[in-house]
């Protein structure tokens, strides 16, 4: 554990880092908030925390940056939990309070807007279909061979599968079809390995078949919505650092195990290698569950670099993780849209 003076020249190297991402020099952090000691003094202190792994000295300048190190013990120890300022909080409630539609344009609006106040790459994973109980189930003829299955989510989501058509299938087979879809599917959880009872009529049961057969495909992955990728572009010089970040954040099972990993080891912020993702080793990862009723349904988060401003990402996306999960427990994923 590091002492007073140590912890306060610590808090002055990184917040300072964070803001102009230039190597910090003695004399700035002697005039530093709560240091108050000479350059000289500075410069010992700075010495020891560099032996112990806190700082760094890229080169041969007298500045030093923040290492991992520096960061967890800056995120776990002097980061006060930010609060968003009073812009940014009327933002996302204006945007929470007029969301309406279909569940994937929400994850996806929301995405954005977490990207746009926090300026980092935003992910959110929002909740397996397989959750949520059927609340309707349409069969919807396009032409004579083919149709649209249209099944509405507890969850506000709306699947929808085109499928093939046994030859000649009339629209009194579909509606027929869809009635008793709706009768076995109805206020049921969603299961891939769902079968439907024979109706006794041959061609109908092969209309049903086809229909749970093209909505099981559809079903257990998470949704995964990336937004902001372009302003890691500007976060970092090196282009390849730029192009390896991008490539994996394009690999959506990699982002959500990464997501589901750092939540599984409890923590809300992942420090360059601790989060184990070898491309992402100059990013830090900031995540919140998204609770309904209890039950954690997804996840929200923001990636951006280690030099970020931990506190206020901090807190907004612990804002916007609870404004998501209160607004999808109060059922305002609607399904119109």
Do not use: W
Not at 44 to 72: C, F, W
Not at 237 to 264: K, M
Not at 305 to 313: K, V
């Amino acid at each position: 554990m590091l002492d007073e003076r140590k912890t306060a020249i610590l808090r002055a190297i990184v917040q300072e880092y964070i803001a102009t991402a230039q190597p910090v020099g003695s004399t700035h952090v002697a005039h530093a908030a709560g240091v108050q000691v000479s350059s000289a003094t500075v410069r010992n202190e700075m010495a020891v925390l560099e032996q112990e792994g806190y700082v760094a000295q890229p080169h041969t300048s007298a500045g030093r940056i923040p290492t991992d190190k520096g960061y967890r013990f800056f995120v776990d120890h002097m980061a006060q939990p930010g609060r968003l300022d009073a812009v940014a909080s009327q933002r996302v409630g204006v945007f929470f309070d007029h969301a309406h539609g279909r569940l994937e344009e929400l994850l996806h609006q929301t995405t954005n807007l977490l990207a746009q106040v926090t300026h980092h790459t935003a992910v959110v994973v929002g909740p397996r279909a397989e959750r949520a109980v059927v609340r309707s189930v349409q069969v919807v003829g396009l032409s004579t061979h083919h149709a649209m299955v249209v099944v509405v989510l507890s969850n506000g989501s709306v699947e929808t599968e085109q499928v093939e058509l046994p030859a000649g299938t009339s629209e009194v087979r579909l509606s027929a079809a869809t009635s008793h879809l709706q009768r076995v599917m109805g206020g049921s959880s969603l299961d891939p390995s769902m079968t439907v009872p024979s109706t006794g009529d041959p061609e109908l049961d092969a209309v049903c078949i086809v229909a749970v057969r093209a909505l099981a495909g559809s079903f257990g992955d998470e949704p995964v919505f990336v937004g902001g990728t372009a302003s890691m572009a500007n976060a970092f010089d090196a282009v390849d650092t730029v192009r390896s970040v991008l490539r994996t954040l394009e690999q959506q099972y990699v982002v959500v195990s990464l997501v589901r990993d750092i939540l599984n080891r409890g923590l809300s912020v992942a420090i360059g290698a601790e989060h184990g993702v070898e491309p992402l080793v100059a990013c830090s990862v900031i995540v919140a569950p998204v609770v309904v009723e209890g039950e954690q349904v997804g996840s929200v988060g923001v990636l951006g670099p280690t030099r970020m401003d931990y506190p206020q990402a901090m807190a907004t996306v612990e804002v916007v993780s609870e404004r998501l999960g209160r607004h999808l427990s109060e059922g305002g994923g609607g399904q119109h849209g």
